[in-house]
């Protein structure tokens, strides 16, 4: 787990429904226990089922912004997750089937970056040509306490 900062700014473009679309946060007390810090250290502890409740909670966010928006997973061009780990993003790919084509992480590279990891990861694209202007981005995380969500937008 590494830190990092980042931004990404949303503007409205010339191209037809650019902006955001939806954005969804849904806090789960229920899950608290998840991923834990101890103190005094700030140790964080991950419980087993991390892997499961968080493929779980990115299923539902899913299925709650495609279905309030009108959008199938198919139609897609970008998902860029907040990074998780590799036994992560394969369990979120196989369960909402999205090919590793379109799941876009700089995991490998940068690590694990926290919050910066989604902007980190947009910018990237867009300074190499992937992100371009019409692209539908879908941007799901989750986090410690117990919490999910993401954003829809049109670059």
């Avoid at 036994?87 to 700089?106: C, D, G, Y």
């Avoid at 694990?112 to 692209?135: C, F, H, Q």
Wanted: hydrophobic share 35%; charged share 20%.
């Amino acid at each position: 787990m590494g830190d990092a900062a980042g931004a990404a700014v949303l503007s409205r473009g010339a191209e037809p429904d650019a902006g955001l679309w939806d954005s969804l946060l849904i806090s789960d007390g229920s899950g608290r226990e998840t991923v834990t810090v101890y103190p005094p250290n700030g140790w964080i502890r991950s419980s087993r089922e991390l892997v499961s409740v968080a493929a779980g909670s990115h299923a539902d966010l899913a299925t709650r912004m495609l279905a309030r928006s009108g959008t199938k997973m198919e139609e897609i061009d970008w998902v860029v997750p907040h990074p998780g780990t590799g036994q992560l993003h394969t369990a979120v790919r196989e369960r909402l089937s999205i090919p590793e084509e379109r799941f876009i992480t700089n995991y490998e590279t940068r690590a694990n970056t926290g919050s910066a990891s989604v902007p980190i990861v947009l910018s990237e694209m867009a300074l190499d040509g992937r992100l371009k202007p019409g692209d539908l981005c879908y941007t799901p995380t989750v986090g410690s306490g117990w919490y999910y969500g993401g954003l829809l937008f049109r670059a």
